[in-house]
């Protein structure tokens, strides 16, 4: 087989998400790292793979591919292993709905506005802005609440008793989610979501896949 070639760098939310679909499929690959934010930008020729400079990239046999979402899709049809979405109609949707949820809304309050501003601005040595985190948390409680709703009753996993892409696209963001302390108050009030992330926590493809920010 061979192995496929993803471009970004391990702490990256979106790049984590396509190397556990690899990982939970049981695909060998190698990960060449990218820093978009260097100085100067991406290394030279990386916007031929990915023309608006961001991460990840993936090439397959030739055949490049940029965005997550596309990403972890190829990888779910094109390789064997465990499948990564539900047979069930109705449940694929649910998958679907729940990782543009993730992209078009809790990607930014739970990175964006939360963590960049509780944790990552401390590292830096800057001071929290904390008029920006209190402007963020409505959004953020929206985004556990709708993520709840959402969630199989039963689970354990986000759309049933098996992982699938959902899973794998959430859990890279709540990472740095549960790294604010708000979270230590407002992930216990979403009892599926707190079950969720207990379970989803533990599986090994996520300490292969570890972020060196965690």
Same mark, same amino acid.
């Given at each position: ?85 539900? !047979? $069930? ?10 990782? @543009? /949820?993730? %992209?078009?809304? #809790?990607?930014?309050? =739970? ?39 959402? !969630? $199989? ?10 992982? @699938? /892409?959902? %899973?794998?696209? #959430?859990?890279?963001? =709540? ?40």
């Amino acid at each position: 087989m061979v192995e496929p070639i993803l471009f970004g760098a391990a702490y990256s939310v979106y790049v984590r998400a396509a190397r556990l679909a690899l990982v939970e499929k049981g695909v060998p690959y190698r990960l060449v790292e990218i820093d978009i934010f260097a100085e100067g930008g991406p290394p030279q020729g990386y916007l031929e793979r990915h023309p608006f400079g961001k991460i990840p990239a993936f090439e397959h046999a030739g055949f490049r591919l940029y965005e997550t979402g596309a990403i972890t899709r190829y990888v779910e049809e094109a390789f064997e292993g465990p499948p990564l979405m539900p !047979a $069930d109609v109705r449940a694929r949707a649910r998958v679907n709905q729940i990782i @543009s /949820l993730l %992209d078009n809304y #809790a990607y930014r309050a =739970f990175i964006w506005e939360l963590y960049t501003e509780r944790v990552s601005a401390p590292r830096e040595g800057k001071a929290a802005d904390e008029a920006k985190i209190a402007a963020a948390l409505p959004r953020v409680e929206t985004c556990l609440g709708a993520l709840e709703a959402l !969630a $199989d009753a039963d689970g354990p996993w986000l759309a049933g008793p098996a992982v @699938s /892409l959902a %899973d794998l696209h #959430a859990a890279p963001m =709540f990472v740095y989610f549960i790294m604010a302390p708000e979270a230590e108050a407002l992930l216990p009030r979403q009892p599926r979501l707190d079950r969720w992330w207990r379970a989803m926590r533990e599986r090994p493809s996520m300490a292969a896949t570890r972020s060196p920010l965690e």
